[in-house]
């Protein structure tokens, strides 16, 4: 079935080979997927000419109150391991400790302009596996996010 491009596609226009642009660069759109039982949320942002930025956003566990635990090791063992991730995680990504005990990852990848879709979704992938070893150790060591999924 052709298409008459360049079209809509959500919060993107694409062109006649099938690139993404998005369709108001002022307010770069934002959408999420899951991994690993954790919601990343994925902003793209249009940057200098011919570049582009994804910023990735993933709630990596939630410090346990010790009010929810009777193991009194918990807590440190999350600050630990927090700590620990903040060194050996890639320069581009933070990790940070919220107000309200979540333990916060932010990643940036750069991009070029305009992208198809399978150049966004192999920028995701890449983003996604390289995320995962800390996703396991966080939840073989206990820590883990609440499921905020509607049902």
Do not use: N
Not at 20 to 34: H, N
């Amino acid at each position: 079935m052709p298409f008459d491009a360049p079209f809509r596609l959500g919060p993107f226009s694409v062109d006649a080979e099938g690139r993404l642009s998005p369709v108001d660069p002022a307010t770069g759109p934002s959408f999420g997927f899951r991994w690993h039982g954790r919601t990343v949320h994925v902003r793209f942002e249009p940057a200098a000419s011919g570049e582009g930025r994804l910023t990735l956003e993933v709630e990596l566990a939630r410090v346990q109150s010790t009010a929810c635990s009777r193991d009194e090791t918990v807590r440190p063992r999350c600050f630990a391991v927090m700590h620990w991730l903040k060194r050996i995680v890639p320069p581009t990504w933070q990790v940070a400790l919220l107000a309200d005990h979540r333990i916060w990852l932010e990643a940036e990848r750069h991009i070029g302009l305009p992208i198809t879709a399978t150049g966004l979704v192999t920028e995701l992938t890449h983003f996604a596996l390289e995320l995962a070893p800390y996703l396991e150790l966080m939840d073989e060591v206990g820590l883990t996010v609440a499921d905020t999924r509607r049902r």
